[in-house]
């Protein structure tokens, strides 16, 4: 009933009222139509904003005119559903300072069955320790951090002869990779925001994901990503078209054949600089023969990619993974055969393996030359950024300064984010959403009863502050 009343109110006034939870009066707090908010409450107010992909106008006009509220220089770039960007500055980009890029997205995926949300998905409901709703951690949850960091550091030091700027990126539809999100932004405008180092979403602690042993927290900074190369698979076999005679051949039974050759098939275990910085970090977390495995990764390569194997989240990292995602024919009636089946696979290379070699090894795999492989989108090999970049370790500064017994190591990211488009320009990114979150709520990303910590909420904002700190005042 109070769902429902909720509703009607949002209908009516284009806003909900938020659940009230008492916030300290500590909390800093930022101007939203005048009224001063804090994070979590303007994190519920931006889920309201519905913005699924390629429908970010009404949520970005709305983000946007909070930025400028609170004093932010805004820059538009593109003010249309799936070409709507902007740019919220410190200071004027005019100024031409070396530029810090706080980077989010501001679209978001489908709720999914939204029977199965307990709160519904659009509706920011914030319970007494936790915010609800899509976006609420990816990437909604992430903008706030970054915007209440910026706007506290604004609020807390005269920024006239600030070294750099500081500008929150907001851009279109990162989860479809559109072509008027990111890539159009740094094709036009790349100029005008001068990065000097752009930092967007990543990981969050990872000992859960790692297994490890101790409960002191371990951060892991993206500096590098695999890249996606989705393909499109197509066979045509003319048959009669009775499903009554089954023909020798027919298009449905030689693509499921191919494919079972390929679901079989085990992609190689590969070994890069990142991934063995990786087991060698969880090799510390454990004790005993785990522990010695895992510090020498070279001599139990064998033993190593078969025990990971069953672990795939991990396992992405040391393999060109290649899953297919969805099986379609010119399906007409159950009795007629097709003559066409086409397939997508998604596939996630290494950051500089070859993608013809993928490619190859694709067609090889599915043993039969007349299916067409033809590539639908992909993206360029990116060099990994360095850590020995400055900024890298005021990011490292910045979490070891925010949590205790605290280990922080630069990773890779199995998936691609919008960072990719910026190290391809030659720009350092690092990657990291710096939270602790126990796995059931990874587990709600794209998924129901998407959620975040209230407190989560506030640690993140407080390291992206202190990384800004260290950066711009030491
Ligand atoms: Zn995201």
């Known amino acids: 009933m109070r769902l429902k009343l909720i509703f009607l109110l949002s209908f009516l006034t284009g806003y909900s009222p938020i659940v009230e939870a008492n916030f300290a009066d500590s909390v800093f707090r930022i101007s939203v139509n005048s009224k001063m908010l804090s994070a979590p409450e303007v994190l519920s107010l931006y889920i309201q904003h519905k913005s699924l992909s390629s429908h970010e106008q009404y949520a970005g006009d709305w983000l946007k005119s909070v930025c400028h509220e609170n004093g932010l220089h805004i820059y538009e770039y593109g003010n249309e559903d799936a070409n709507y960007n902007f740019a919220a500055s410190l200071l004027p980009l005019e100024n031409n300072l070396p530029n810090i890029i706080l980077l989010n997205h501001i679209d978001v995926v489908d709720e999914g ?17 936790e915010v609800w709703g899509r976006g609420a951690f990816d990437n909604k949850g992430a903008a706030i951090m970054q915007l209440f960091s910026l706007l506290e550091y604004k609020s807390k030091y005269d920024t006239i002869a600030s070294k750099y700027n500081v500008t929150f990126l907001a851009v279109s539809c990162e989860e479809t990779m559109c072509e008027g999100g990111v890539e159009y932004v740094l094709n036009k405008y790349l100029h005008d925001l001068n990065p000097a180092v752009v930092i967007g979403e990543g990981a969050t602690e990872l000992s859960d994901l790692i297994e490890a042993e101790t409960d002191d927290p371990i951060f892991g900074i993206s500096i590098v990503q695999k890249r996606p190369l989705w393909l499109h698979l197509e066979l045509s076999i003319p048959t009669l078209g009775h499903g009554s005679v089954t023909p020798l051949e027919y298009a449905c039974k030689e693509m499921t054949i191919a494919l079972s050759n390929l679901a079989k098939k085990k992609t190689r275990f590969i070994y890069t600089k990142e991934n063995i910085k990786i087991l060698k970090t969880i090799g510390n977390e454990k004790s005993g023969i785990s522990k010695f495995v895992l510090k020498h990764p070279r001599c139990f390569k064998f033993i190593l990619s078969k025990k990971l194997r069953n672990k795939p989240e991990i396992f992405s990292l040391f393999t060109n993974t290649i899953t297919i995602t969805s099986i379609n024919s010119n399906f007409r009636a159950i009795n007629q055969i097709p003559n066409k089946v086409s397939v997508t696979l998604d596939c996630r290379l290494l950051p500089e393996y070859p993608q013809k070699k993928t490619i190859k090894f694709i ?25 020995e970049n400055l900024f890298y370790s005021h990011l490292e500064s910045a979490i070891f300064e925010s949590y205790e017994n605290v280990t922080v190591i630069p990773i890779m990211l199995p998936n691609y984010n919008d960072v990719g488009p910026f190290r391809s320009k030659g720009i350092q990114g690092f990657s990291i959403i710096p939270i602790e979150l126990d796995i059931e709520y990874l587990k709600s990303i794209h998924s129901e009863n998407e959620r975040i910590p209230i407190e989560a909420l506030f640690m993140g904002a407080k390291v992206y502050l202190k990384f800004l700190e260290i950066s711009i005042n030491k």
């Open 113 to 129: 069955d939204s029977s199965s949300w307990i709160h519904p998905p659009f509706s920011g409901y914030i319970s007494e320790s």
């Open 363 to 387: 067609q090889k795999v599915l043993k039969n030359d007349e299916i067409s492989i033809d590539i639908v989108a992909t993206k360029g090999p990116t060099m990994a950024s360095s850590i």
